[in-house]
């Protein structure tokens, strides 16, 4: 009789001492800490970037927070919030480039979602927003992927308007984009998210 097999590890333990479950993520095992720094280490493009370090998610996510603000001055604030854990997620699961996400399939989006539900229950929003701010949340991640692949990911204005569209009843602020767009370190954009969050909450 062969010996049993243990029962497969479908955890992980943050910096925290939290231990999040995977398939069952509960919101009391949520650190915006663990985000913060996981976001800032998972880089966007798969690392394909101009500059000196990687553009992290973490930054991502604060470009996002930015252009949904700008799409909709007046914004509530908790859907600020929403926009600045689009991909929270992926501080457990890592940024997985679109056209590998169609490859994976539904498993991925469902394990992503449940982990999104549980973010956003511990930050005291609802496990989904409603659909309007989806919508313009996923507005603002198409305009920051349009930005990004220009300026850092070696994309020309017509590639990246062919897959994400061109930006559109938005302001473009020359200095915040510039200021959103450069790549830094892991620490400042840990540290950056935290000081975003903050203000946000």
Known sequence: MSPRKPPFRAWQRMLSGRRLDLLDPSPLDVEIDDIALGLSRVAR?????????????????LLVEWAAGTIEPGLETRWRLAALLHDAAE?????????????VGGDYKAVEKRLAGAIHLHCQLPAEAPDE????????????????????????????????G??????RDEEALSRLLAPITARQAEESFLERFKQLT
Request: glycine share 8%.
């Open 133 to 164: 701010i989806v919508g313009l949340i996923k507005k603002a991640d198409r305009v920051a992927a349009y930005f990004e692949a220009t300026e850092l990911a070696g994309f020309s204005s017509e590639e990246a308007a062919k897959f994400f």
């Open 91 to 103: 501080y457990v699961i890592g940024d997985m480039i679109s056209p590998f996400k169609a490859v």
């Open 45 to 61: 493009w798969n690392g394909q970037t101009r500059g000196d370090h990687a553009y992290s998610v973490a930054q991502h996510s």
């Open 166 to 171: 061109r930006p559109r009843g938005f302001h």
